[in-house]
């Protein structure tokens, strides 16, 4: 682990404050925020989950606006280096210019419209629009035009056309993420707390990480906000949706010993105490890798610094998830594809300073657990999609889910972790703290209080 990296957090003893509170009245689409959450978070309406209008709002106030993750660093090596990705429903271009310098271009080209770049990632000098052969180079420029002169004289300016640029692109422990809101704080910022966890499990040995076995893409029929609040730390699940894992022994039965943190801006992370998913079926060397990490860990910080390594599940708000293991990290962004799809795209992250026969192992692992046919992942996914199902009919999308469980047990998880570690945490486990926390934020960008519907 690299010292001069580990962050301070904001404060080693107040708690992260949670989001405000939503004025009942206030308007959010064409609802009152109070028709649709309890002003804790604590119940949600299931309109939330299948309202055409709220979802277009959600592409508007969330997706247009919050810091999204786009890319690793390892995927784009050199100059030229490219990819596709979306932010919401918005297909981008993910660049390193000839400079060196990450740009992030909406993939639509300004003549009318089409998907200017057609694949999934390559190395390129420059992009050529399909349609009419508009040619955009790496810094979004209009570089040609066919036959310019004479089927357009001197009437187009080609300054004006260059391909439109989110503002702000950035990026943290090698994940890259990018803005399209011109007024949005730094990603420092935006990620507050949450920086101090994703440090823990992104900078464990010199070298830094990357990415194994490409990517896993597949859809499933929910709305984008049930695979988020789960991975926000849904441990009640557990036991009962992978029930089948437990028996099989391939990680151990749940105690409600661990925390469920949330450190502010709708982020949080959970876990149980002393290591996420440890079963006795299977046994791998990446044990030993743990072990020594967690000993690093509580050199630094003290015996409970051990309940951090691995750090367990964690969704940055909205659409990130990650799941930091016993046996392999990965993470995925739960891409919206309307109000009842997503697109997922999954990752294996290794440390780059990791045998090569350790980096297969792990990423075995990953696809036997949380690969698109992973036990761990079929679960979920087929619970997930019989949640949307039941949001089909017109009985089905009346009253509001419940998220009540453990309300009021948050403190300073400094008080019960110890410094530096920072954010709120409950004293159990199975608490539904971290889905309010989401949901209060949520309410907090979706909702506009200064008017009434
Ligand atoms: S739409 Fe791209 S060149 Fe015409
Ligand atoms: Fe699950």
Redesign the pocket.
Known sequence: MNDSNILSPSSDTDATPLPPLIPADAAMGEYRAGDLLAPDGSSVDRRVFVDEGLYRLEQERIFAKCWLYLGHESALPENGSFLTMTMGEDPVILVRDKTGRLRVYLNS??????R?CRVDSGVTTSFK??????TFNTEGQLASVPRLGPVYGDKLDRSLHGLREAPHVDSFGGMIFASWDPQAPTLREYLGDMAFYLDLMLDRMEGGTELIGGVHRWTINVNWKIPSENFAGDHYHVSSTHGAGVEMGYRSRLSNDGYCIQTGNGHSIGSERGGAQQGTAVKTDYDAFIAQMRSELVDRYGESASAFVPIGVGTIFPNMSFLDSARFRSFRVWHPRGVDKIEVHSWCLVDKAMPAELKAAVRKQYSLAFGPGGIFEQDDGDVWQSVQDNLRGHIGRQGRFNYQMGLGREAPTSSRYGPPFPGSTSDILMTEANQRAFYRHYASLMADPRCKP
């Open positions: 080209c300004t003549h009318r419209g089409a200017v629009c399909p349609y009419h052969a508009w």
